[in-house]
Every structure is written in structure tokens, then in C-alpha cells.
């Protein structure tokens, strides 16, 4: 997985509770992506970020926050998790900007709002 | 709106035996289609990446094929195999300039080798 990984992997929580996943690279990447995968839906955009503490948003930003405070760590939080947001979530990242350049995946951390 | 449509939904092949999966987009302007293989509780894991002026990008037993004008593409896997058996993903890039982000992902194919 290009030395991208994911925590937690599998997370169940309650509706209204914050969750931040964590997603850390050794790579170097200057670029790194959330997505959300779901059935029946292509892999979504939710925030992306394209240096330290240079993130914006993607299609399906809002219930969503992310920081990035180093180059190697992007944390996605849900600050009042819903049901709508039981999904798999990816990170990706990339070299350069996401239209030219190859993008890496992590193995994904799969949430459970209950 | 940009939209990947991928075909068939689900396909069940023979160990051996040759398949093509179908990948139509409306993205324009366009700068380059990829696909990738999802294999179940993984992340995505690309294959080949083909920019407008190519029109075939072969990675092993995989072949991907792209016409630009009718904005089609397709992937062959010759010879599969039991792990050939994943979901493949076709993902457009439209073209923006530089700094761009969105990328437009197909719903995959889910392809089942059986033996």
C-alpha cells in the first residue's frame, strides 16, 4: 500500500460522538486525499490537501473537517458522527496534483455509526 | 455533469478464459483514464494510466484500450486467474490545469474467476 497506513482500521461508534481517523504516510507525498466509498457510488472526494495546513474541500465535505499539521499525517474528523456516515474510508496520495499524477491508497478504515 | 459509467455490474468467468470490461465517460475536457484493482477489504491499486493521445497501455495479462473520440475505454485480462478476482474501478481525469483534484471514479466492475 506505498507505505500509506490507516487507524483505526475498523471503528464502531454511537450517533453524535466525534471520531477522527488518522491517516500517515512515509512516502514523502506532498498531496494526500479522504475519500468515502460506498454501495451503489464511485469513490467520493471529501478533503484533500495539497501541503501543511493547506487542505480544501472536496464533494462531500460537509459533516467533515480535516487538519494537516505535518507532512506525513492527515486527520479527517466527524465532529457529530451521523448514520450517513457509515462508510469505507480511504486516503490516497500523490506526488503532484491528482489530474496528472498516479494516486496511492491506503487499506482503508472501515466506520460503523450506530 | 462528468459521469463513468462502467459495464457489466458483476461478471463470472472461468479460470483461463478471456474477459473485457466496458468503461464510457462523458468527462471533457479530458487529460487521462486510469483503472485500478480493488481487491475485497483493500484499497484500490492502479493498473495502467493512458493520456488522450494513447490508445493502448498493456500492464502483463491486463490490456487497456481508450477511444478518445467515442470516449470509451475498455480493459482485457487474458488468461485470468483465481486472483483476478476483485472489483476494477475505471477513474477519469478531467483536464483543469494545474492544481487539480477531482477526479471522476466509475462504480467498478466486480469480476469473479471461479475455478
Known amino acids: 500500500d506505498a507505505g500509506i497506513t490507516q487507524s483505526p482500521r475498523h471503528k464502531v461508534t454511537e450517533t453524535g460522538t466525534p471520531v477522527t481517523l488518522r491517516c500517515h504516510q512515509t512516502e514523502n507525498h506532498r498531496y494526500m486525499y479522504w475519500y468515502r466509498q460506498d454501495p451503489g457510488h464511485g469513490l467520493r472526494l471529501i478533503h484533500y490537501?495539497?501541503?501543511?495546513?493547506?487542505?480544501d474541500k472536496g464533494e462531500v465535505s460537509d459533516g467533515y473537517s480535516v487538519s494537516r499539521s505535518k507532512t506525513e499525517d492527515f486527520l479527517l474528523t466527524l465532529e457529530s458522527a451521523t448514520s450517513s456516515q457509515t462508510s469505507v474510508y480511504f486516503c490516497?496520495?500523490?506526488?503532484?496534483?491528482?489530474?496528472?499524477?498516479?494516486?496511492?491508497f491506503g487499506p482503508g478504515t472501515r466506520l460503523t455509526v450506530t | 455533469k462528468n459521469q463513468v459509467e462502467q459495464s457489466p455490474q458483476s461478471l463470472i468467468i472461468l479460470e483461463g478464459k478471456n474477459c473485457t470490461l466496458q468503461?464510457?465517460?462523458?468527462?471533457?475536457?479530458?487529460?487521462?483514464l486510469r483503472w485500478y484493482k480493488q481487491d475485497t477489504g483493500r484499497g484500490p491499486v492502479s493498473l495502467t494510466i493512458?493520456?488522450?493521445?494513447?490508445n493502448t497501455k498493456s500492464n502483463g495479462r491486463y490490456t487497456a484500450t481508450l477511444d478518445a473520440d467515442t470516449k470509451q475505454s475498455s480493459l482485457h485480462i487474458t488468461a485470468s486467474q483465481l486472483s483476478d478476482s476483485a472489483s476494477y474501478i475505471c477513474v477519469v481525469s478531467p483536464y483543469s490545469g494545474a492544481g487539480s483534484y477531482q477526479l471522476t471514479f466509475g462504480k467498478g466492475t466486480k469480476l469473479s474467476v471461479i475455478p
Open positions: 493512458m493520456t488522450f493521445s494513447e
Open positions: 490516497a496520495i500523490s506526488d503532484s496534483d491528482a489530474s496528472s499524477y498516479e494516486q496511492y
Open positions: 490537501s495539497y501541503g501543511v495546513k493547506d487542505t
Open positions: 468503461c464510457n465517460y462523458t468527462v471533457s475536457p479530458f487529460s487521462n
